[in-house]
């Protein structure tokens, strides 16, 4: 079983939809929470990093941390086309693990 | 500009040709690291360095080298690359550990 479990999609929905991104994770000791989004041919770039359980938000997006189910969440709210792009959950005790990556598209 | 370059960003070699993918920051980071990102298994990290002269391994180093003998320099060398090191390859820099900063990749593809 992998530390990080994340579903890797594809995922597709309207402009201006919701999105909702989750990963579960199996290791207790994991403390550092992120989101990095990742488009076509580029490098991840951070986007959203948590500690802790609770919520965190920044313009359009929330990230979410449950430590007591070891589930974390972003959602995106009124999704772009320019939202469409890989996300990749990450997680940290020490070193970064990665989940797959979802790969998420917004169509006009 | 803040940036993480990497070269070549493509390189198609045999097997056995040994190969080396630089990695540099501007950035004065003290952490460095590389990953391979492949399809279904997501990004796995190979070396990692916290600053110059320390290095260690990651999650999946056989078959990889590195060194730091510079701080804003982090190449990963390939002493004899194989078809299973097919991959796409990312270097990061970090001030912190969890907030890294990634170079564009390079797709690295052995035959």
């Known amino acids: 079983q992998k530390e990080v479990e994340q579903d890797p999609g594809p995922l597709s929905v309207p402009e201006g939809a919701i999105v909702s991104l989750n990963c579960t994770y199996s290791?207790?000791?994991?403390?550092?929470f992120m989101w990095y989004r990742q488009y076509s041919r580029k490098g991840p770039e951070l986007l959203m990093y948590t500690y802790s359980s609770g919520n965190k938000e920044d313009g359009r997006f929330t990230a979410q941390v449950d430590k007591s189910s070891k589930y974390i969440s972003l959602f995106i709210r009124d999704s772009q086309p320019s939202d469409s792009a890989t996300y990749l959950c990450?997680?940290?005790?020490?070193?970064?693990?990665f989940g797959q990556g979802t790969i998420l598209t917004v169509h006009p | 500009e803040a940036q993480v370059t990497q070269n070549p960003r493509y390189l198609i070699t045999v097997t056995g040709k040994k190969l080396t993918v630089t990695c540099s920051q501007n950035m004065n980071h003290e952490y460095m690291s590389w990953y391979r990102q492949d399809p279904g298994l997501g990004l796995r990290q190979i070396y990692y360095?916290?600053?110059?002269?320390?290095?260690d391994k990651g999650d999946v180093p056989e078959g990889y080298k590195v060194s730091r003998k510079e701080k804003r320099n982090f190449p990963l060398i390939l002493e004899s690359p194989s078809p299973n090191q097919t991959s796409l390859y990312f270097c990061a820099s970090s001030r912190v550990r969890n907030e890294q900063f990634f170079g564009p990749g390079t797709r690295l593809t052995v035959l």
């Open positions: 990450a997680m940290s005790a020490v070193e970064l693990t």
């Open positions: 290791n207790s000791a994991f403390q550092y």
């Open positions: 360095s916290m600053n110059v002269e320390v290095t």
